[in-house]
C-alpha cells in the first residue's frame, strides 16, 4: 500500500480555475465519495465547506463545476459557516481516477485559499497512474511518497470500507472522541445522511479492528 500526498500553494490554487471557487469559499474538505455517474461525467461526493464570512452556500452553485445536491449539516467555527454538503463535482481533476483500479483519492484531501493536498492511496502503479494525471491539470508544489509495511496496510484497509471512512472522519471532525463528545451519533449520522444505527455499527467495526490490532502487538 503506498500513500501520496500532491500538494499546491495557495497562490497556486488562486491562479487556477478554482479561483472563482476560493473567492467564496476558504476550503472544501473531501469527506466521502458516494459514486461516480459515467454517463453524465461527474463525482457524487460528501464536502465539508467553509465559507468566507459573509457568503452563502447557495453561491456554490455558481461555479460552472459544482452542484449542491443537499446540504446535511451546518455549524459554525470562529466565524465561518461549515456546511457539510452533497454536491456533483463535475471538475476534470475529480475525473482523474476514472479508468484507475488500483488507487484511490481518500478523505481529507483538501482545496483551500492556504494550500490544496490530494491524497492517495493505493498501489504503487495506480498512486503512479493518479499522479501523472493530477500533473498533467497543474504541476504541484511538492510529491510525498510514503509506502506501508504489511502490519500498516492491515492497519489501514481490512474492514476499512469507503463508507467507514467517511464516517469516522465525520466522527472525528464532530469532535465525537472528545471528552466531553462534541457531537451526538444522531447529529453526525445527520451530517452524512446515514442513520444512526449506520453511523455506530461502523465506529463500531473500527473500535474492534483497533481492539484486535492493540491486543496482537502486546501478545494477548
Not at 490554487?13 to 453524465?40: A, H, P, Q, V, Y
Not at 454536491?87 to 483519492?105: D, F, K, P
Request: overall charge negative; charged content about 25%.
Amino acid at each position: 500500500m503506498r500513500e501520496v500526498r500532491v500538494r499546491y500553494s495557495g497562490a497556486q490554487m488562486m491562479r487556477s480555475d478554482f479561483k472563482d471557487l476560493l473567492d467564496i469559499c476558504e476550503r472544501i474538505t473531501l469527506m466521502g465519495t458516494i459514486w461516480r455517474d459515467e454517463n453524465e461525467g461527474f463525482l457524487r461526493q460528501i464536502f465539508e465547506i467553509k465559507m468566507i464570512e459573509g457568503q452563502i452556500i447557495d453561491s456554490v452553485n455558481d461555479i460552472s463545476f459544482m452542484d449542491v445536491e443537499d446540504v446535511l449539516s451546518v455549524r459554525e467555527e470562529k466565524g465561518h459557516v461549515i456546511h457539510t454538503a452533497v454536491v456533483r463535482n463535475y471538475h476534470g481533476l475529480g475525473l482523474i481516477g476514472e479508468s484507475i483500479e488500483t488507487a484511490v483519492v481518500v478523505p481529507g484531501s483538501c482545496i483551500g485559499r492556504s494550500e490544496a493536498v490530494v491524497i492517495i492511496r493505493g498501489s504503487p502503479e495506480g498512486c503512479k497512474q493518479m499522479v501523472e494525471g493530477i500533473r498533467l491539470w497543474r504541476e504541484p508544489n511538492s510529491i510525498s511518497v510514503v509506502d506501508s509495511t504489511p502490519d500498516d496496510m492491515d492497519y489501514f484497509t481490512k474492514d476499512l470500507t469507503e463508507a467507514r471512512i467517511t464516517a469516522f472522519a465525520a466522527a472525528w471532525k464532530m469532535g465525537y472522541y472528545q471528552n466531553p463528545r462534541g457531537a451526538s451519533p444522531t447529529d453526525i449520522a445527520s451530517s452524512i445522511g446515514i442513520s444512526r444505527v449506520t453511523l455506530t455499527g461502523h465506529l463500531r467495526s473500527i473500535e474492534n479492528h483497533l481492539a484486535t490490532l492493540m491486543a496482537k502487538r502486546l501478545n494477548l
